[in-house]
């Protein structure tokens, strides 16, 4: 257990469906962020939030919309996704974004397949 | 740029082999912090290590290792006497800080299988 958990970890969806991706870290931390994870392919960073204020959008497609109520919840709205969206999204958190000494706490991720 | 390059895709060894895991990485920064994580079929990655820039001496843990060699840019990582549950994906991570960020690089994974 990282202290941080994602929910759910499976997920089919149609490509006019909307769903939503849940992250929630108990590690006291103020830095969220997402990764998606595609077979044979480093990590991608997806977006960064710091103290709830997004900080960082690696020029994500807009039918991927995140949202940080607070430093502890993360989600990510999924929209008329495609089906090369399908992957795995991962879920982490740090003490601070601006860090490079910490690390970055994971979640187990969800696994999305778009039909 | 930032880059990591973990040549070897998939590795498999029998149980009590010895292993090596090899990253090499780029950057321009003279401060950085390198990184191993390790992935098993549950999905997360966990924490296995951080190196500094400046810290070159080599660390044990009990069965892991690590080689941080400055001059050729690489960060290895051994496993002694593996065992079937060390059987996942292992990534080296290089970060940096980047405008109000540190972003981390990591490599594409080596996928290590560990038979009985």
């Known amino acids: 257990e990282t202290g941080v958990t994602q929910t759910p970890r499976h997920l089919v969806m149609g490509m006019t469906n909307k769903k939503s991706l849940k992250c929630e870290q108990h590690?006291?931390?103020?830095?969220m962020y997402w990764y998606k994870q595609s077979a044979k392919k480093p990590l991608e960073l997806m977006f960064v939030?710091?103290?709830?204020?997004?900080?960082e959008n690696n020029s994500v497609p807009s039918r991927f919309s995140p949202e940080c109520p607070n430093s502890s919840h993360l989600f990510l709205h999924l929209h008329t996704l495609q089906p090369e969206d399908s992957a795995l999204y991962l879920c982490?958190?740090?003490?601070?974004?601006?860090?490079?000494?910490?690390?970055?706490?994971f979640g187990p991720g969800t696994r999305l397949t778009v039909l | 740029a930032q880059k990591v390059t973990q040549a070897q895709t998939e590795i498999s060894v029998v149980e009590k082999e010895d292993v090596t895991l090899d990253c090499v990485y780029e950057?321009?920064?003279?401060?950085?912090?390198l990184f191993w994580y390790k992935q098993p079929p549950s999905g997360e990655l966990v924490f296995l290590i951080r190196?500094?820039?400046?810290?070159?001496q080599n660390e044990i843990s009990g069965r892991y290792s690590w080689n941080f060699q400055k001059s050729t840019s690489s960060f290895n990582f051994t496993i002694t006497a593996s065992q079937v549950v060390d059987s996942a994906v292992y990534f080296c991570?290089?970060?940096?800080?980047?405008?109000?960020?540190?972003?981390?690089?990591f490599g594409k994974g080596i996928t290590l299988s560990v038979r009985p």
């Open positions: 982490a958190s740090s003490p601070h974004s601006a860090s490079s000494y910490n690390e970055q706490f």
């Open positions: 590690l006291g931390h103020n830095a």
């Open positions: 939030y710091n103290f709830k204020e997004q900080t």
């Open positions: 950057t321009r920064d003279t401060t950085y912090y």
């Open positions: 190196r500094n820039s400046f810290d070159e």
């Open positions: 991570a290089l970060s940096e800080v980047t405008g109000a960020n540190s972003k981390l690089t």
